[in-house]
């Protein structure tokens, strides 16, 4: 890949989008993972004077923090910690008045809140500062839909959204991200010890070559096939029931 062609064309992507829209720059997320840092650079180069990104801790490990802020001070980004804590604490809390969860499967959906507590405060300061909000989700993770809906899939512009994991990481080195964001293990924070390739049940470099070639292990190639199949919705606007002619006169 020519990383510096794949860069200068994403920025100018970017700035056309901006400008199309009528907002003034760019907001989004830093998770402290390297997605969000890529996407981060490429948002700074675009609009290296209004862009802004929102560190946002949701009963999030020290660590991630940490690499946050590593991250917007390597970049000179202008950025705001948003601890969302209380905000979650408080409607689970309420949540819990209005339904049982089960066993089975409630971790997972208590930790769905939290990238969608973050879409809410994104599209909060996007909407006061006339900013568009920058997703930080690539190819990879939008073919499995290793995503949240309405959480971190809920942006305007996917920057990083034709690019495998394995590119993400080309461009990193391209951009100078700091090598401890290089190095860490991909996770998206939901819970103490997860790891995207723990829960997905198969590695990134499994994932994109079966992108990139169509193939793979009989029970791997089962596997993405039927995740992609599952994740169709999270890759469409939601269905309209459209009425037969006549029947709305």
């Known amino acids: 890949m020519n990383t510096e062609a794949v860069s200068n064309y994403l920025i100018g992507w970017l700035r056309e ?4 829209a009528g907002c003034q720059g760019l907001i989004l997320g830093i998770s402290g993972g390297i997605d969000s840092a890529v996407a981060a650079a490429l948002a700074k180069r675009a609009f290296p004077d209004s862009c802004m990104g929102l560190i946002m801790p949701c009963e999030s490990s020290a660590e991630d923090l940490q690499d946050g802020l590593l991250l917007v001070e390597s970049l000179g980004m202008h950025y705001h910690i948003i601890n969302l804590d209380d905000a979650y604490r408080a409607l689970l809390k309420e949540l819990g008045y209005a339904v049982d969860l089960p066993e089975a499967g409630a971790g997972l959906i208590r930790a769905n809140i939290k990238p969608r507590l973050r879409m809410t405060a994104l599209y909060y300061v996007a909407q006061a500062q006339q900013f568009l909000v920058v997703g930080t989700s690539n190819k990879s993770e939008l073919t499995v839909g290793y995503s949240t809906k309405h959480g971190d899939s809920g942006v305007d512009l996917q920057i990083l959204g034709d690019l495998r994991k394995e590119q993400v990481y080309e461009l990193a080195r391209y951009l100078n991200i700091p090598e401890r964001l ?54 469409t606007v939601p269905s309209v029931a459209v009425l037969p002619k006549g029947l709305g006169e």
């Not at 499994?206 to 992609?228: C, K, N, W």
Request: proline letters at 3%; charged letters at 30%; hydrophobic letters at 30%.
């Open 17 to 20: 989008k901006v400008i199309a």
């Open 182 to 235: 290089i190095s860490k293990a991909p996770s998206a924070g939901l819970w103490t010890g997860q790891t995207d390739e723990g829960e997905m049940g198969f590695t990134y470099r499994e994932l994109d070559d079966y992108i990139r070639t169509g193939e793979g292990e009989p029970h791997l190639v089962a596997r993405i096939q039927s995740m992609f199949k599952k994740s169709e919705h999270k890759r």
